[in-house]
């Protein structure tokens, strides 16, 4: 017996899929499910849906430090500090510590807030859940920005619906151009305050608010209770892991689904290094991983590669992939690798208080605010700069907390705390930053402790994005007026960085040609076919909504394709 053969055997699949976040369950579901023999290689440790969410059911006061970071974890968390929440201890054990996973500031700043386990950032992300609309498509053309995007709305509206009808999105649908509706489950509630700001704003600005589209199941399917999925009961703890399956992750739809077809293999701890290239077929045969707790060094073997790390993770490991054809990373023909990261900038809006409203309450701890859609350069309206920003936000009621800080003691303060404060609201932008080749990283010559390249980051604010933060700023105090709200405090904050936005976007973009970009319109590697990437490092441009909705699609459509040419034996 060979036991050599036995073990390549075992280490060969039809496909590999690096990562297990957003957009590499969903590639590992739709490869699994369309017959083929799929391994995730996941850098992280192990975490089981349910019993792995080691602190959805703790109570505030069991937590050691009652939820706020410790002065050591403010320092090993560094760049999560930056956000004012992700170190916090309800939820710090799914982020990945900065300290032992360093990156390097070169030029201006960088928030990367990372997630290494299995479903990576699908267990925290904010479920926020928007389709593009077709102007995004074409915004970069127009305006002769960056490249134009070889696919448009068309292309991804029939997967947009596919993928929104398994995750289960809850929104109202509005007929917007500007924010193309989703297929929906029923919204969730506005509370009195928000349905009096919705109808002010739209009457005396004429702009819609809508209610938040969430990737929540408010009234699951049978393809949702198949998977163990049920309603959201609005307990908000959602970043701790939701032990009912009631928001969207790797962990509760996707991985389950995929696993159910028998073709899954999970492989955890393994570090996708560098992909393997064969000059020879000129094909990517494979990945060699690290294993982040032995160090040893593996190869596995698949006709076909997703390459799903979350953008800045996915683009690295191209650049790490060097051979004699691709000396500066594999695909990369245009020096595009690393290149145009963006983001949604955040950080500026403004806040006031409600006056009236007091025998009026919340419903639950809903997980979820109000939206408003971009109305900036859209139609009629003309700004000095270019594209724009939705906001989000909402209003809810004091509680307890109010008291603590407060002047006061005794029983009657004690008793006035019982009672619910009163409203207050408040709403930030999120922003269109525009690509821009001189955001990037590359690899760094000092190795972190896989032996692997540390990144160097250059990247800030344009011109462009600082003007939209101003405005930003100042229509989020006119809508708060026009509703008549109190004490309203406008804010710009000056110290926000590309990246705090969490939606880091870009790198290894989509374009027509190989000499422009990295991926075709069907997200191969253009000159390595079966290399495909489908999450946001591949996007041409950001658009202004929440960008994991349209990972989901692109991935679900790029699979469909892959398995589609692996039978017309294309690749
Ligand atoms: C607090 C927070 C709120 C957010 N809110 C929203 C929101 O409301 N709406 C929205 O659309 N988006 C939101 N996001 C962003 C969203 O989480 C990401 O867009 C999405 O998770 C990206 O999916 P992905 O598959 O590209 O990457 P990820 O989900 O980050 O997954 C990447 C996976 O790859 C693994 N990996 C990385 N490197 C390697 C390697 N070398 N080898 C093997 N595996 C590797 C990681 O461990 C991870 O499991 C939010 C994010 C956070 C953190
Ligand atoms: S609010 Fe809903 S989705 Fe969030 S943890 Fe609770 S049940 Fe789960």
Redesign the pocket.
């Known amino acids: 017996m060979n036991l050599n053969i036995d073990a390549i055997k075992g280490q060969t699949f039809d496909a590999i899929v690096?990562?297990?976040?957003?957009?590499?369950?969903w590639a590992a579901k739709e490869l699994t499910e369309k017959g083929l023999k799929v391994a995730v290689?996941?850098?992280?440790r192990e975490i089981k849906h349910i019993e792995g969410y080691e602190t959805a059911m703790k109570n505030p006061w069991e937590f050691d430090h009652r939820g706020r970071p410790t002065n050591m974890a403010a320092e090993e968390y560094w760049a999560g500090m930056r956000?004012g929440y992700?170190p916090a201890e309800e939820h710090r054990y799914l982020f990945e510590n900065d300290k032992q996973n360093p990156y390097i500031e070169k030029k201006g700043g960088f928030d990367w807030?990372?997630?290494?386990?299995?479903?990576?950032?699908?267990l925290?992300?904010?479920?926020?859940?928007y389709r593009w609309n077709r102007e995004d498509f074409l915004a970069n053309e127009k305006e002769g920005v960056g490249t134009p995007w070889p696919i448009g709305y068309d292309d991804l509206a029939p997967w947009y619906s596919y993928v929104e009808k398994f995750a289960g999105i809850s929104g109202q649908a509005e007929g917007l151009d500007v924010l193309p509706d989703s297929d929906f489950l029923p919204a969730m509630q506005m509370t009195a305050p928000e349905v009096h700001f919705k109808n002010a704003v739209n009457k005396k600005l004429g702009r819609p608010v809508t209610v938040g589209r969430v990737a929540h199941l408010t009234k699951p399917g049978k393809q949702h209770t198949d998977l163990g999925r049920s309603s959201c009961n609005y307990r908000n703890k959602c970043?701790r892991g939701c032990p009912y399956g009631a928001y969207f992750s790797?962990l509760s739809a996707t991985l389950p689904a995929a696993m159910r077809t028998g073709r899954l293999t999970m492989i955890h701890n393994?570090?996708?290094?560098e992909i393997i290239y064969d000059e020879s077929t000129q094909k990517a045969k494979g990945v060699r991983?690290i294993d982040q707790n032995t160090m040893e060094s593996k190869e596995y073997f698949a006709k076909i590669i997703f390459v799903?790390?979350?953008?800045i993770?996915?683009t690295?490991?191209l650049m790490n992939s060097k051979s004699n054809r691709y000396q500066n990373g594999l695909g990369n023909d245009s020096d595009q690798l690393g290149r145009n990261i963006m983001d949604h900038h955040l950080g500026a809006g403004a806040s006031a208080t409600i006056e009236g409203f007091e025998k009026d309450y919340m419903f639950g701890n809903r997980p979820n605010g109000l939206y408003i859609p971009r109305f900036q350069n859209w139609g009629k309206d003309k700004r000095s700069y270019s594209r724009g920003f939705g906001y989000q936000g909402g209003a809810s009621r004091e509680g307890w907390g109010r008291g603590v800080g407060a002047d006061g003691f005794g029983a009657e303060f004690k008793e006035s705390l019982t009672h619910p404060g009163q409203w207050t609201v408040g709403f930030g932008g999120f922003g269109e930053i525009l690509p821009n080749p001189e955001n990037r990283f590359v690899l760094g010559a000092q190795k972190d402790k896989w032996g692997l390249p540390i990144l160097e980051f250059s990247a800030s604010f344009g011109q462009n994005e600082l003007q939209m933060r101003e405005d930003m700023m100042n229509e989020a105090a006119t809508m708060l007026e026009a509703a008549g709200f109190k004490n309203i405090n406008a804010y710009n904050k000056q110290d926000t960085h590309i990246g705090l936005g969490?939606?880091e976007m870009g790198t290894a973009r989509m374009g027509t040609s190989v000499k422009n970009s990295i991926v075709n319109k069907h997200n191969q590697v253009h000159e390595v076919k079966n290399v495909f990437m489908t999450?946001?490092a591949v996007m041409a441009s950001a658009s202004c909504v929440?960008?994991?909705?349209t990972?989901m699609a692109m991935t679900a459509r790029a699979a469909d394709f892959a398995v589609n040419e692996l039978k017309k034996r294309n690749l």
């Open positions: 690096i990562g297990s976040g957003i957009s590499g369950g290689l996941e850098r992280g956000t992700t807030i990372r997630a290494y386990h299995t479903g990576g950032k699908s925290l992300w904010g479920r926020q859940t970043m790797s393994a570090i996708a290094a991983v799903n790390a979350g953008a993770g996915s690295s490991i969490i939606h999450d946001g929440n960008p994991s909705l990972y």
